[in-house]
């Protein structure tokens, strides 16, 4: 019975060393979290190999959206005609009956703005899409930006919103040039 006795107190020494190293190591990640910025921007470009007001219409076109415009697990109605400021349309979920909503307000020639709001409840984030070219090809410029309200995440989750988001516009860049590459 002495070797189990003598054998215990060092598992416990073993057990309070283990709890203390995590919580300072909890403790830091919490600390870490008031010292990284909630707020984010997230940018991506691609250049489309055809004529400026090509792309303009497959990026305004309520037909065309649905096709290039990539939402995780989701997808933008269809929209009759070109989009005008004040134009708005769905986006349903496969998995979700909730409904988002994605409303333009800018539309010029060279700046399409446009605002998402996921789901209800859930804060708009602001879309801004530039576009620049010429007769032969046409480069898109699309960022948005924001500050993220999401509690004790909200620094963690802003310092990945450029994985995430990017990722996403990556997608619908690279659909937007397939679409209008292709289709002329």
């Known amino acids: 019975m002495s070797k189990k006795s003598s054998s215990h107190p060092k598992a416990l020494y073993q057990l309070r060393k283990?709890?203390?190293?995590?919580?300072?190591?909890?403790?830091?990640?919490?600390?870490?979290?008031?010292f990284l910025p909630t707020d984010y921007r997230v940018e991506r470009s691609i250049i489309v190999n055809?004529?400026?007001?090509?792309?303009?219409?497959?990026?305004l076109g309520g037909h065309s959206l649905p096709d290039w415009m990539f939402i995780s697990g989701g997808k933008?109605?269809?929209h009759e005609g070109l989009f005008q400021p004040g134009d708005s349309v769905s986006i349903s979920y496969a998995d979700s009956a909730d409904k988002g909503s994605l409303t333009f307000t800018t539309v010029t020639t060279n700046t399409i703005?446009?605002?998402?709001?996921?789901?209800?409840?859930?804060?708009?984030?602001r879309n801004t899409i530039y576009v620049s070219g010429d007769d032969?090809?046409?480069?898109?410029d699309w960022e948005i930006e924001g500050q993220l309200r999401a509690g004790f995440l909200s620094p963690y989750l802003a310092f990945f919103a450029n994985r995430i988001a990017?990722?996403?516009?990556?997608?619908?860049?690279q659909r937007l040039k397939e679409k209008?590459?292709?289709?002329?």
């Not at 055809?50 to 990026?59: E, G, I, R, T, Y």
């Not at 032969?136 to 898109?140: E, F, I, K, P, R």
């Not at 990017?166 to 860049?173: I, K, Q, T, V, Y």
């Open 18 to 34: 283990v709890t203390r190293v995590s919580a300072l190591v909890i403790l830091a990640v919490v600390v870490l979290g008031f």
């Open 50 to 59: 055809k004529p400026h007001d090509v792309v303009v219409n497959a990026l």
């Open 76 to 78: 933008v109605d269809q």
């Open 113 to 125: 703005a446009f605002d998402v709001q996921p789901k209800a409840g859930v804060d708009l984030v």
């Open 136 to 140: 032969a090809s046409t480069n898109v």
């Open 166 to 173: 990017g990722s996403n516009f990556e997608a619908s860049l």
């Open 180 to 184: 209008v590459e292709i289709a002329q």
